[in-house]
Structure formats: C-alpha cells, structure tokens
C-alpha cells in the first residue's frame, strides 16, 4: 500500500526554468492538496483539489499551477522558477468527514533554485 | 495574519518528562483540531485529533486538552522518550468536511536520554 506517492524527491533548477513535481494516491481520497514547508514557517497550503476536476487556491499559490489529471493525480507545475520557491514541498490526500480529515502527506520533494 | 499560533518554537525535555506544546486560534468556526508529527525526511502524520466538543482526549502517552473559552488547546506528551523527538503541528479546520486545515508553525522537541 503506497499511499501517497511523489517525484522527483530532489531537483535543483536554475532561476526561469521550469518543472512539474508529480503526485499520486492509492486511497481513492477525494480532496489532495500541495504544500510547502519552509524553517520557522510551517505547512502552508499553495493549491488543494476537493475532487477531479476542481481545483483552488490556497494560502501561497503566486508561481504555481496545479491540475488534478483525475482522482489519484494531483500535479504541480512551476513555470519560471524563482529562489524563493525553495522548499520542501508535500503532496498530501485526505479522506473527509464531518467528523475530522485525516490528510496522509507524501514523503517531500527538496527543491532548490539557484 | 496567523490563524493558529503554536508555542514554544523548539523544546528541549529530559527523558520521563512531559512535553507540553500549546496553541491558540481565533476563529470560532473551527471544528476540527489535530495535531501532526514529523520525523526529519519525512512527511507529517496524524497523531491524535479532538473536536471543540470534548475537552480531553488521551491515546496511550499523548494528551490533547482543549479549552474552548480560551480557544486554546494542547498536546501533552507523558513520559517523553527519545524517539518522540520530532516536530509536531498543530492544526484546525474551518467548518465542514470540505474545510482546509491551517497549520501552526511547529515546535521542534529534542527528547535527552
């Protein structure tokens, strides 16, 4: 059981270039989402996806695109890589109830921009 | 601005002791408060959970309290043990299943044998 899966787990860029961090589950979750993880700044939510087909905004999303391909694919896509999107990036899914959302985080992608 | 602000930044606890990590939040449409723990290289993982309508909640050595009046609530961790050494988050949900959870900034605890 993978659960949530991501790549590449390092890349370094060079300012303007651009790549696409990928991203799967094997839970059938309805909701993904996309977060970065800087020092002293904790988990900010940059893109989410409540189900295939819609995606939006979070908390950081200037510099990024998403898209939800379908309900086990969520993408994220930096199009002119800048320094300050260095970090950690998490690729997280969750299953959602009335009761609480239990969100499983994939193992991190290091990104540096030089 | 901060919607959820956790303290103390880092923790340093002996063996046997107890860790205590506090945080705080403004809005009331929170309904949802669970607490994340992560090991270096690794992604976070759930630990324990509450909801606004219990006070307490205990899973073998960990402690959440939660004070819905001071809108604040908090993980205890009993009997500290050098493996528990990690960051923890806490976090709270805006209303509703479809609601997002916002991130406190994280306590790094170092656990001393």
């Known amino acids: 059981n993978a659960g949530v899966t ?9 300012t303007g270039q651009s790549m696409t961090l990928q991203c799967a589950q094997d839970m059938n979750h309805n909701s993904m989402y996309w977060y ?3 020092p002293g700044m904790g988990l900010r ?3 989410y996806s409540a ?16 898209s939800r391909l379908n309900k086990r694919e ?3 896509r930096l199009e002119s890589a800048a320094p300050s999107q260095t970090s ?10 009335i009761d609480g959302n239990t969100i499983y985080f994939g193992e991190g992608s290091w990104l540096t921009v030089v | 601005q901060q919607q959820v602000k956790q303290s103390p930044q880092s923790l340093i606890v002996q063996k046997g002791g107890i860790s205590i990590i506090n945080c705080a939040y403004e809005n009331t449409a929170f309904d949802y408060f669970p607490w994340y723990q992560q090991f270096p290289g690794k992604g976070p993982a759930l630990l324990i959970a509450i909801r606004p309508d219990v006070s307490e909640k205990k899973e073998g050595r960990f402690t959440i309290s939660f004070n ?20 923890y988050f806490c976090a709270a949900r805006r209303g509703g299943s479809q609601g997002n959870l916002i991130f406190g ?9």
């Open chain 1, 51 to 66: 189900s295939e087909g819609t995606t939006d905004k979070g908390e950081v999303p200037n510099g990024y695109n998403v």
């Open chain 1, 74 to 76: 969520f993408s994220l």
């Open chain 1, 45 to 47: 939510l940059i893109y």
């Open chain 1, 36 to 38: 970065r993880q800087d």
């Open chain 2, 68 to 87: 819905k009046s001071a809108k604040q609530f908090s993980l205890h961790i009993m009997d500290s043990q050098p493996g528990d050494s990690a960051t």
């Open chain 1, 88 to 97: 950690v990036y998490f690729c997280a899914s969750s299953e959602d109830s």
């Open chain 2, 105 to 113: 900034k994280g306590t790094k605890l170092s656990v001393k044998p």
């Open chain 1, 6 to 14: 991501q790549t590449p787990k390092f890349q370094v860029l060079k």
